[in-house]
T-cell receptor, first 112, second 112 residues
Framework: NAGVMQNPRHLVRRRGQEARLRCSPM?????VYWYRQLPEEGLKFMVY????????ESGMPKERFSAEFPKEGPSILRIQQVVRGDSAAYFC??????????FGPGTRLTVL | TQLLEQSPQFLSIQEGENLTVYCNSS?????LQWYRQEPGEGPVLLVT?????EVKKLKRLTFQFGDARKDSSLHITAAQPGDTGLYLC????????????FGTGTRLTIIP
């Protein structure tokens, strides 16, 4: 009964490169949320997706960030042309409809 | 923006003592979750409270949702070193299927 899976757990990128973060929800969960935790700050909502649909992206930066949750495969959070300020822990959570969110272990992104 | 303020921000007490952590907001939430986060890991769900005035117990942990559903508290009885961690409250506007607004966190240290 695997929980939410995220990979990679750690990701190092140089400024200007692209970062791709993957999230596989718990079995039976069709709702995925992405949150970002900056150093010494709390978790902030980024985006909420259901299969093939973005439901709420009000927390996503307007540029360079995108997310998808295809019909098959994991949800992907993509950051283009990374900058040092993107260094953070990125957490994915999944849920069924009308139920609590369960979090993955996170991906720690370091931008050099 | 809905803000959830937690107090205290840091708490260090001796093993065996009791403690209470508070989570306050000026906004009404349909549900409130408490999570615990270990270093390098994702938040782990402890409890969800939904009804105003609701009290839930989880072994030595007691959670309460305020009557007006704007605040919550976590009380730990006879704290143990294993209780050490970052405690986060998180509120949802609509139960389950909605982005979470996280509190500022309480970092708890139990001294053996």
């Amino acid at each position: 009964n695997a929980g939410v899976m995220q990979n990679p757990r750690h990701l190092v990128r140089r400024r200007g490169q692209e970062a791709r973060l993957r999230c596989s929800p718990m079995k039976g969960h069709s709702h995925v949320y992405w949150y970002r935790q900056l150093p010494e700050e709390g978790l902030k909502f980024m985006v909420y997706l259901q299969k093939e649909n973005i439901i709420d992206e009000s927390g996503m930066p307007k540029e360079r960030f995108s997310a998808e949750f295809p019909k098959e495969g994991p949800s992907i959070l993509r950051i283009q042309q990374v900058v040092r300020g993107d260094s953070a822990a990125y957490f994915c959570a999944s849920s069924t409809a009308d139920n609590e969110q369960f979090f993955g272990p996170g991906t720690r992104l370091t931008v050099l | 923006t809905q803000l959830l303020e937690q107090s205290p921000q840091f708490l260090s007490i001796q093993e065996g003592e009791n403690l209470t952590v508070y989570c306050n907001s000026s906004s009404v939430f349909s549900s409130l979750q408490w999570y615990r986060q270990e270093p390098g890991e994702g938040p782990v769900l402890l409890v969800t409270v939904v009804t105003g005035g609701e009290v839930k117990k989880l072994k030595r942990l007691t959670f309460q949702f305020g009557d007006a559903r704007k605040d919550s508290s976590l009380h730990i009885t006879a704290a143990q070193p294993g209780d050490t961690g970052l405690y986060l409250c998180a509120g949802a506007r609509n139960f389950g299927n909605e982005k979470l607004t996280f509190g500022t966190g309480t970092r708890l240290t139990i001294i053996p």
